[in-house]
Nanobody, 124 residues
Framework: QLQFVESGGGLVHPGGSLRLSCVASGFTLASYNIGWFRQAPGKEREGVACISTASGSMNYVDSVRGRFTISRDNAKNTVYLQMNNMKVEDTGVYYC?????????????????WGQGTQVTVSS
C-alpha cells in the first residue's frame, strides 16, 4: 500500500527547532518530487516546501524561506524538513506528499494518499 509516514513533530518554544521525517512505505520515494504541507488550526492545508527527485531544486513558501530547509535521502527512502527559528504561526499538522512548484509556493499533485501527519506546536 502506498503510504507516507510522518514523524518528528512536537512542542517547541518560539525560536526553537524541529526536524521532521517522512518515510515512504510501499513505494520508492526517489521517483517523486516530495514536499511538506501543513494545516494550521482553522486554515486550509498549504504547501511549505518541495524538493525534486535528485535534490536539484528546492522551493519554499515565502513565510518559511530562510528558516526551513527540505532535504532528502533517497537511499533511506526519506525526506526531511529542518525547521529553525520557529514561530507561533508555524503551528499545525505537517504532512508530506508529492509536489510541484508554483509561482507562489508549493502545490500537491495528489499522486500518493496523505499520511496521518505529525503535530507541530509552537507556543510560549
Amino acid at each position: 500500500q502506498l503510504q507516507f509516514v510522518e514523524s518528528g513533530g512536537g512542542l517547541v518554544h518560539p525560536g526553537g527547532s524541529l526536524r521532521l521525517s517522512c518515510v515512504a512505505s510501499g513505494f520508492t520515494l526517489a521517483s517523486y518530487n516530495i514536499g511538506w504541507f501543513r494545516q494550521a488550526p482553522g486554515k486550509e492545508r498549504e504547501g511549505v516546501a518541495c524538493i525534486s527527485t535528485a535534490s536539484g531544486s528546492m522551493n519554499y513558501v515565502d513565510s518559511v524561506r530562510g528558516r526551513f530547509t527540505i532535504s532528502r535521502d533517497n537511499a533511506k527512502n526519506t525526506v526531511y524538513l529542518q525547521m529553525n527559528n520557529m514561530k507561533v504561526e508555524d503551528t499545525g499538522v505537517y504532512y508530506c506528499g508529492s509536489c510541484v512548484p508554483t509561482v507562489i509556493g508549493v502545490a500537491s499533485t495528489g499522486l500518493i494518499p496523505w499520511g496521518q501527519g505529525t503535530q507541530v506546536t509552537v507556543s510560549s
